[in-house]
């Protein structure tokens, strides 16, 4: 399946302004998504643990995105997905899997994920996935800024 004419325009409308944080330590799965990133000139920077991405996260301009590996030296995905809920910001989180396993999709979905990624994705979906991602995220972020207002 081909990716539609409006989701290769908010492709294209991807850049430095959309920022990613991968959240791992010595994650190999993870490279092929920030190489996908990197093409479309969006920001990515990298933590290794769950007290790292609560640093980021409480930031007063988190990343809008978050690529997150399921197991962490110091927590889990689900920390993960914690501290961002608490993020000033809206923030989506998108947890990345060695292994397909479908009780660790439920659960990461339960707590809140946008998606949850395997190794056995197609990387000709990714982009779809990043600009709904992003679109939703912003969409979040910028009802947050009107209820604030």
């Known amino acids: 399946m081909q990716p539609s004419s409006k989701t290769k325009k908010r492709e294209q409308e991807l850049g430095p302004e959309i920022t990613v944080l991968f959240v791992h330590e010595q994650a190999q799965h993870l490279a092929r998504y920030e190489e996908c990133l990197r093409i479309r000139n969006v920001q990515v920077a990298h933590v290794r643990n769950c007290q790292e991405a ?52 439920m659960e990461a979905m339960e707590c809140g994920a946008f998606d949850f990624l395997t190794p056995n994705l197609e990387l000709r979906r990714f982009p779809s996935i990043l600009v709904s991602a992003t679109a939703d995220a912003l969409d979040k972020r910028s009802r947050q800024t009107q209820e604030a207002a």
Not at 73 to 90: I, P, W
């Open 54 to 105: 609560s640093q980021a996260l409480q930031q007063d301009s988190p990343p809008l995105l978050v690529f997150t590996d399921t197991r962490l030296s110091d927590g889990t995905f689900r920390d993960v997905l914690e501290v961002a809920a608490k993020a000033e910001k809206f923030v989506n989180v998108l947890v990345a899997s060695k292994i397909g396993n479908i009780t660790l999709y």
